[in-house]
C-alpha cells in the first residue's frame, strides 16, 4: 500500500497489490478487477499474466489459465521452464489437469 502511494500507477505495486489480495487475504474478486484493470493499461506485462492466469487456475477456470499462462510464456520466452513459478511450468501444470479430468470422465 505504501508503493501505492508514492505512485498509484505503478504496474508493479498494483501487481503486488493484487498478489496479496488473492494469495494472501482470500480476496479473489477484487484481486480479478485488479488483474484485468491490469491488463488493459500493460497488456505485455509477463508478470501479470502469468498471476493472473495463477488466480484462474486457482478459481478453477481452467481454460482461462490456460490462456493466460499461454500469454505470459509468449510474452517471457526466455523464462526459466525448469522453476515451478514459470508460465510454462504452470501451463504444463494446467494441461496435465485437463487430461486427467478427462481420463476420469471416460
Known sequence: DEALQLDPTSI???LA???LDWQTVGRY????RAFQELI???PNHWQVR???GLLQLTTGRILQAIDSLREASQLNPWGD???PNSSRAS???CL???GFMNNIAT
Open 12 to 14: 508493479d505495486a498494483r
Open 17 to 19: 497489490v493484487a498478489m
Open 29 to 32: 474478486t477484487q484481486a480479478d
Open 40 to 42: 488493459m493499461v500493460a
Open 50 to 52: 502469468h498471476q493472473y
Open 81 to 83: 521452464s525448469t522453476s
Open 91 to 93: 501451463l504444463s501444470n
Open 96 to 98: 496435465w489437469v485437463i
